[in-house]
């Protein structure tokens, strides 16, 4: 599948998000697990990939199914400043 600018952008931020789920990604974009490691491997520097691979491993937040009942929305109320 071949994403916009603007849509890999949106991937890669989706990506570092730590409340953003794996499954909304592919839900939107229609890329699974597997291939958004492939897509961020490809998009980011290898010392970039690295930090993102350490963050999102195991973090229970990016998988829908091991997210507590607590999460209900995919950010923390002060990660989007109103303007």
Known sequence: MKLSQESES?????????????EAIELQFGLNEAA???????????????????RVTGRTTKHL??????VTRGYCP???KHR
């Open 10 to 22: 949106r991937v890669i931020e989706m990506a570092w998000e730590d409340r953003t789920p794996f």
């Open 36 to 54: 958004l490691i492939k897509f961020m491997r490809a998009q980011l520097k290898p010392s970039s990939f690295k930090l993102w691979r350490k």
């Open 65 to 70: 199914k091991l997210r507590g009942d607590n």
């Open 78 to 80: 002060t990660q989007y």
